[in-house]
């Protein structure tokens, strides 16, 4: 008898097996399109359109200029799904007639299969960081804290492209509540990500890190846990507190935010890339939260409730610090030079997944203050594609009353026109307008939409015309 193993060969799944368990993953009722735009106070509903799903390539690497697109909004929806099995959610108002839907988020059918395809869809969404961020060369500790503090130094007060966005917005309040609702799926379980990497035993540095979590779940205290803040800020603009009410409203790029912590804290190889994306949280927060306090001010007034914000200003100079000098530099000290390029990695990996979330913001509200101007196009573009000019694939659609296009986005710009019947056109949060016959409106690459049947039929088309203003000349 022979006592030869086998030799090892890591689990990796093929393409097509990964297409049918992520069908299988996300043909779970609870995971099916919504009849209504928001989800009443039951954590478990997540709308993943898994019609769609059968028909995207989720076994490569997502490059950086397709990052927006349509697979990686299904991905990001997918992923956090997949991370928040490991987290407790329970409604507001009892589980009551919710229990069977608790009892399917939280299956081992549900979780295996999650786990299944989650490093496929992990390395789908965020391959691209490896093009896009190298660190180079041989560093040491002094290097390190050198550079580290070079970046505290840096002038953070100017706004950025979302406050800017918010403040130029037609709608100012619809746009601010917008971008409160992209924090929802951080801000409501917060820390929760970093709670995956303060279990287990590393030394003192474990400690240190634990230090700043129970900061954050406020000392035992709920009502200065930073989540039950931020819901007081909700709620003082007229937001729901419901953990994922907002679900269909999120960006792409607001779940990769939240992921990338997820991404990172669930896959412990990449620890130390965590610290560093900790650490450009830690040292940028201070600035941000100041500016937030005071936009919510200016834009909702005094009855804004910004202690979420300026409770952060006056603690997170100090978590600064001590992610810098009571975590990260012990640990290099412990555990060597080495470690050092993961842990800027991580730095720059989460500046740049920042920076993208800040233009997707400010690229989505342009679009919701432009309808008006969106809508106006629909007649040269729709007189182009008659006269021939413009060639162009169509889909032909029709749907009864109530028929609700649950959000999605496309990957070049669509035109959308109404044959016959009533549809009411959703640009975002607070954002819609009513289409008639002969009516539509031009639908921008990446924007976050949906539709909803307001009469007994709908007939409508919808023209993949790749970019609008070559319809134009």
């Not at 039951?42 to 990052?67: A, C, S």
Request: charged share 25%.
């Amino acid at each position: 008898m022979s006592h030869k193993l086998p030799e090892h060969v890591p689990f990796a799944l093929g393409a097509e097996q990964l297409r049918q368990y992520v069908v299988q993953y996300a043909t779970n009722p609870i995971y099916l399109d919504n009849m209504d735009w928001v989800n009443d106070d039951n954590p478990y509903r997540r709308q993943l359109r898994p019609q769609i799903l059968p028909h995207l390539d989720f076994d490569r690497v997502l490059p950086r200029e397709n990052i927006l697109d349509y697979e990686g909004l299904a991905v990001q929806r997918l992923l956090t799904s997949i991370y928040e099995a490991d987290l407790m959610f329970l409604p507001k108002n009892g589980l009551k007639d919710k229990w069977a839907d608790f009892k399917s988020f939280y299956s081992s059918s549900n979780r295996a299969l999650g786990e299944m395809i989650r490093p496929s869809l992990e390395r789908f969404a965020f391959g691209f960081l490896d093009q896009e961020v190298e660190v180079s060369g041989t560093w040491t500790k002094k290097e390190l804290e050198t550079y580290f503090r070079s970046l505290a130094d840096r002038d953070r007060d100017q706004p950025s492209r979302a406050e800017v966005a918010i403040g130029k917005s037609t709608d100012r309040e619809r746009a601010a509540r917008m971008w409160l609702i992209q924090f929802a799926p951080d801000f409501l379980s917060e820390a929760s990500p970093m709670m995956r990497n303060v279990l287990g035993y590393y030394g003192p540095a474990q400690s240190e890190w634990f230090k700043i979590i129970i900061d954050e779940y406020g000392y035992g205290v709920h009502d200065t846990k930073h989540s039950h803040l931020f819901e007081k800020t909700l709620a003082s603009v007229g937001l729901r507190t419901d953990v994922h009410h907002y679900w269909q409203y999120y960006l792409n790029s607001s779940l990769m935010m939240n992921n990338y912590f997820h991404y990172l804290g669930k896959n412990h190889e990449l620890f130390f890339r965590y610290i560093g994306a900790l650490y450009y949280t830690e040292s940028t927060l201070v600035e941000f939260c100041q500016r937030g306090a005071d936009l919510l001010t200016d834009v909702f007034g005094p009855e804004a409730d910004t202690e979420y914000f300026t409770e952060h200003v006056g603690i997170d100079v100090h978590h600064g610090r001590m992610a810098l000098e009571n975590l990260i530099l012990p640990l290099v000290d412990t555990h060597g030079d080495s470690i050092i390029p993961e842990i800027v990695r991580g730095y720059e990996e989460f500046q740049l997944v920042s920076e993208i979330a800040d233009h997707d913001f400010a690229e989505q509200i342009g679009w919701m203050d432009g309808q008006p101007v969106n809508r106006q196009l629909h007649d040269p573009v729709w007189a182009a594609i008659q006269a021939g000019r413009v060639d162009a694939p169509v889909a032909h659609l029709v749907e009864p009353r109530g028929e609700l296009s649950n959000t999605h986005c496309h990957d070049g710009d669509e035109l959308c026109h109404i044959v016959s019947g009533t549809m009411r056109f959703e640009s975002g949060f607070g954002s819609s307008q009513i289409l008639e016959a002969g009516q539509g409106i031009v639908i921008h690459r990446n924007r976050l939409h949906g539709a909803n049947i307001e009469s007994d039929e709908c007939v409508y088309e919808i023209h993949s015309i790749g970019d609008h203003r070559a319809c134009l000349s």
